[in-house]
């Protein structure tokens, strides 16, 4: 699995290989981070929809 940079992940722009719900394109909107700073979930926002999802 390819390794992100933390640093540009927030405000990045994501499309979906498999669009579920003609949601197509996302945004990064959130990091959730653990204790020692690592990201354990990022909050993904749909473009058209606003709908929010975290992911792991």
């Given amino acids: 699995m390819n390794r992100i ?3 540009k992940l927030l405000l990045s722009k994501w ?3 498999r669009p579920q719900y003609k949601e197509k394109h996302f945004l990064v909107t959130k990091l959730l981070r ?4 690592d990201v354990q979930e990022i909050e993904l926002e749909a473009v058209m929809s606003h709908h929010v ?4």
């Fill in 5 to 7: 940079n933390p640093a």
């Fill in 15 to 17: 499309t979906a290989a």
């Fill in 34 to 37: 653990d204790d020692e700073g």
């Fill in 53 to 56: 999802q975290r992911l792991a």
